[in-house]
């Protein structure tokens, strides 16, 4: 545990100093308060008021694209500045290697989505009689277990390479396929169907905690790809040893 | 302390390390000499926990590298070839990350100890992207001594440093085998003849010779290489010399200039000095080379067939996919 902590508290000053990150995070808030900007306008024009979902919807489509960024170099950089042989020599578990770059890395992510927070606390001063608290909390709740599965998928992926470019857009590759694997469902019968949309990364989002409810499956389906993801990531360090 | 027994390590089809035996006694400066190529990182890597080998048995401090890896990686310190460091960190920073993950408990007490013995006191809190190659070194060797390690594995110490710098850390070095065992390897011969109390020759993954570097040069060195100059005239001399009882194998180096060798166990020195002078030559200089270990070093590994061409096994991402 103590090594995770050593390891994740690094990872997560580290970003700090690193302008990639500020630039990722920058870019994420400015793109999101434009959408929330003609969301809103948009909610005005058509006489409704505006609920959290103006800023959930498009939050998950820019975690999508910001997530790899964030995650690339976790473990990659490692590799290609050596240090890994220096992480793999110190008497440190490989398991609390990789969950610790995870750990790093989600509680950055997790402190760009507090900042998006501004603009549910904004909404809630302009709509009367204010927005649906009950919502805005399901709903950052299903983002953060969703951002805990995308990082531990970046984790994993970049274990794999020492380039970072290439961690990113296979990272990106492997969330496009979770998103877009429940696309032939309607081809493969009602059993093939069930288990495409249940692989299905942002389903689970979108039928539950974006519509206000907290699913107990989808917190365990989250929750199970995150500790699968990582378990691959070890196993992809270990492998890497025997070569 | 190092116990390495028929240790073999393939990346592949071939084969880096081909069942290399030995041992390393407490307080001991074990060598470990070879071109690179030889096997020298792949035998430290499996020693430090880095990799498992493909077959024998090695361990460090008591405890079997594969089965113990953690107890070898909390007793061992190592300097790889390539120093790790984070360039964005400060050298306190980098320090303090790996005393926590060493669970060191007066880590701030540690840092300045190890900072004192590289002496590096002043630049605790500069940022290692600013160290000179030099200084990196030393945070590299201020790391691998942080925990007190009983076992010191440094790979290439003295590479890339300036001759100041590298009499400091070879002195340094030596200290430190006073109180651990140190095996460090090196390509640089003499290096390994200052240093070290034991020196293992590898070549092809293979130990080719293994004694300290004083027998290593009296069992080649039976016999005795001997230099002799004259000014002037040097018609005829060379019959002269072969005449001389003891002397073998004169060679002219150019006119004047004379090599030969003694048979083993007679010092013909006196013998040719008196005959050379006694023939009315005018002696300059009569002196004896003495075999270095680069000769032992290069009559040990020239005996082998010829050496495939090796691929550069040190680096270890290179066989990674690098898109």
């Given at each position: 545990m103590r090594n995770i902590w050593t390891l994740a508290s690094r990872e997560f000053k580290q970003?700090?100093?690193?302008?990639?990150?500020?630039?990722v995070a920058a870019m994420l808030l400015v793109v999101l308060g434009i959408i929330f900007y003609t969301n809103v306008l948009g909610a005005i024009f058509n006489q409704f008021p505006p609920n959290t979902q103006v800023v959930l919807g498009p939050l998950v489509t820019l975690l999508l694209f910001t997530t790899p960024a964030?995650?690339?170099?976790?473990?990659?950089?490692?590799?290609?500045?050596?240090?890994?042989?220096l992480l793999l020599t110190a008497p440190v578990r490989d398991y609390e290697l990789v969950v610790g770059k995870w750990l790093g890395g989600f509680l950055f992510m997790l402190s760009i989505l507090a900042m998006t927070w501004l603009y549910p606390i904004f909404l809630n001063q302009i709509v009367d009689p204010g927005i649906d608290q009950g919502l805005m909390m399901s709903g950052y709740l299903g983002i953060a277990l969703f951002t805990a599965a995308l990082v531990a998928i970046g984790v994993a992926v970049s274990s794999l390479f020492s380039n970072q470019i290439a961690?990113?857009?296979?990272?990106?590759?492997?969330?496009?396929a979770l998103w877009l694997v429940s696309l032939p469902t309607q081809a493969m019968g009602a059993a093939g169907g069930g288990l495409l949309r249940y692989l299905n990364l942002f389903d689970h989002f979108y039928t539950t905690f974006y519509q206000g409810a907290i699913d107990l499956s989808a917190v365990i389906y989250y929750l199970s790809v995150t500790a699968l993801a990582l378990f691959l990531g070890t196993m992809s360090i270990e492998i890497r040893r025997w070569r | 302390m190092i116990q390495v027994e028929e240790l073999t390590k393939d990346?592949?089809?071939?084969?880096?390390?081909?069942?290399?035996?030995?041992?390393?006694?407490?307080?001991?400066?074990?060598?470990f000499l070879g071109p690179n190529g030889a096997g020298k990182t792949t035998t430290m890597r499996v020693l430090t926990g880095y990799m498992p080998p493909t077959a024998g048995k090695a361990s460090v401090a008591g405890f079997d590298v594969v089965e113990q890896s953690l107890e070898v990686r909390r007793r061992v310190g190592y300097m790889p070839e390539t120093v790790p460091l984070y360039p964005d960190m400060t050298v306190y920073e980098y320090l303090k990350f790996m005393a926590d993950l060493r669970h060191l408990q007066n880590a701030e007490d540690n840092i300045d100890d190890v900072l004192e013995l590289v002496h590096m006191e002043d630049r605790a809190d500069g940022y290692i992207v600013n160290l000179s190659k030099g200084l990196r070194q030393r945070v590299g060797l201020a790391q691998a001594l942080l925990h007190q390690p009983e076992v010191l594995i440094l790979d290439e110490p003295t590479i890339g440093l300036d001759p100041a710098q590298i009499h400091e850390v070879r002195n340094l070095i030596q200290e430190l085998g006073r109180e651990r065992t140190v095996l460090l390897s090196t390509h640089i011969l003499s290096e390994a003849q200052q240093v070290c109390d034991r020196v293992l020759i590898i070549n092809r993954g293979r130990i080719v010779a293994e004694d300290s570097p004083e027998n290593l040069q009296?069992?080649?060195?039976?016999?005795?290489?001997?230099?002799?100059?004259?000014?002037?005239?040097?018609?005829g001399l060379e019959n002269i010399l072969r005449q001389v009882p003891g002397v073998q194998k004169v060679i002219v180096n150019h006119p004047g200039g004379y090599e030969f060798e003694t048979t083993p166990g007679m010092d013909a020195r006196p013998e040719v000095a008196r005959a050379v002078v006694s023939a009315g030559y005018e002696l300059a200089e009569l002196y004896p080379l003495s075999l270095s270990l680069e000769d032992i070093f290069l009559q040990l590994t020239r005996d082998e067939p010829n050496a495939p061409e090796m691929a550069d096994v040190d680096d270890f991402s290179s066989d990674q996919l690098d898109l």
């Amino acid at each position: 545990m103590r090594n995770i902590w050593t390891l994740a508290s690094r990872e997560f000053k580290q970003y700090f100093i690193s302008p990639a990150a500020y630039l990722v995070a920058a870019m994420l808030l400015v793109v999101l308060g434009i959408i929330f900007y003609t969301n809103v306008l948009g909610a005005i024009f058509n006489q409704f008021p505006p609920n959290t979902q103006v800023v959930l919807g498009p939050l998950v489509t820019l975690l999508l694209f910001t997530t790899p960024a964030i995650t690339m170099r976790l473990l990659a950089e490692e590799q290609r500045q050596g240090t890994m042989e220096l992480l793999l020599t110190a008497p440190v578990r490989d398991y609390e290697l990789v969950v610790g770059k995870w750990l790093g890395g989600f509680l950055f992510m997790l402190s760009i989505l507090a900042m998006t927070w501004l603009y549910p606390i904004f909404l809630n001063q302009i709509v009367d009689p204010g927005i649906d608290q009950g919502l805005m909390m399901s709903g950052y709740l299903g983002i953060a277990l969703f951002t805990a599965a995308l990082v531990a998928i970046g984790v994993a992926v970049s274990s794999l390479f020492s380039n970072q470019i290439a961690v990113f857009f296979t990272t990106l590759g492997v969330y496009l396929a979770l998103w877009l694997v429940s696309l032939p469902t309607q081809a493969m019968g009602a059993a093939g169907g069930g288990l495409l949309r249940y692989l299905n990364l942002f389903d689970h989002f979108y039928t539950t905690f974006y519509q206000g409810a907290i699913d107990l499956s989808a917190v365990i389906y989250y929750l199970s790809v995150t500790a699968l993801a990582l378990f691959l990531g070890t196993m992809s360090i270990e492998i890497r040893r025997w070569r | 302390m190092i116990q390495v027994e028929e240790l073999t390590k393939d990346y592949g089809l071939r084969r880096a390390i081909d069942g290399i035996s030995f041992h390393a006694d407490k307080r001991e400066i074990l060598g470990f000499l070879g071109p690179n190529g030889a096997g020298k990182t792949t035998t430290m890597r499996v020693l430090t926990g880095y990799m498992p080998p493909t077959a024998g048995k090695a361990s460090v401090a008591g405890f079997d590298v594969v089965e113990q890896s953690l107890e070898v990686r909390r007793r061992v310190g190592y300097m790889p070839e390539t120093v790790p460091l984070y360039p964005d960190m400060t050298v306190y920073e980098y320090l303090k990350f790996m005393a926590d993950l060493r669970h060191l408990q007066n880590a701030e007490d540690n840092i300045d100890d190890v900072l004192e013995l590289v002496h590096m006191e002043d630049r605790a809190d500069g940022y290692i992207v600013n160290l000179s190659k030099g200084l990196r070194q030393r945070v590299g060797l201020a790391q691998a001594l942080l925990h007190q390690p009983e076992v010191l594995i440094l790979d290439e110490p003295t590479i890339g440093l300036d001759p100041a710098q590298i009499h400091e850390v070879r002195n340094l070095i030596q200290e430190l085998g006073r109180e651990r065992t140190v095996l460090l390897s090196t390509h640089i011969l003499s290096e390994a003849q200052q240093v070290c109390d034991r020196v293992l020759i590898i070549n092809r993954g293979r130990i080719v010779a293994e004694d300290s570097p004083e027998n290593l040069q009296s069992r080649i060195a039976g016999s005795q290489r001997i230099k002799l100059k004259v000014l002037g005239e040097s018609e005829g001399l060379e019959n002269i010399l072969r005449q001389v009882p003891g002397v073998q194998k004169v060679i002219v180096n150019h006119p004047g200039g004379y090599e030969f060798e003694t048979t083993p166990g007679m010092d013909a020195r006196p013998e040719v000095a008196r005959a050379v002078v006694s023939a009315g030559y005018e002696l300059a200089e009569l002196y004896p080379l003495s075999l270095s270990l680069e000769d032992i070093f290069l009559q040990l590994t020239r005996d082998e067939p010829n050496a495939p061409e090796m691929a550069d096994v040190d680096d270890f991402s290179s066989d990674q996919l690098d898109l």
